[in-house]
């Protein structure tokens, strides 16, 4: 499988709602179209790492597309170094910034 934000193969994806949960609201849903994609598929690592960098409602209003979440700074700098690292590797907590 292949994890959508770093592009490394990895035994197991997780899904990330694009929108999530917690802040899923009609009128935010109704503001970006039902009809686009609300899940991404992402490693553990990847996926953790959204949620260690961002809040929630943060993600949900502003990081609610794979193109702005890729095109992020901080988002940036993590993948330039988790594809470094073998599909298997997992950071046991979120990667700071320097």
Not at 41 to 61: P, S
Request: glycine share 6%; net charge positive; charged share 35%.
């Amino acid at each position: 499988m292949i994890c959508e934000l770093c592009g490394r193969d990895v035994s197991r994806v997780t899904s990330h709602h694009l929108i999530p949960k917690a802040t899923h609201t009609k009128r935010l849903k109704r503001e970006l179209g039902e009809e686009r994609n609300v899940q991404a598929d992402l490693c553990v690592a990847c996926h953790r790492q959204l949620h260690y960098l961002f809040e929630n409602k943060i993600l949900g209003r502003e990081l609610n597309t794979l193109d702005v979440i890729r095109r992020n700074e901080d988002v940036i700098t993590y993948v330039k170094w988790i594809r470094k690292r073998p599909g298997d590797f997992t950071p046991r907590k979120g990667v700071r910034r320097n």
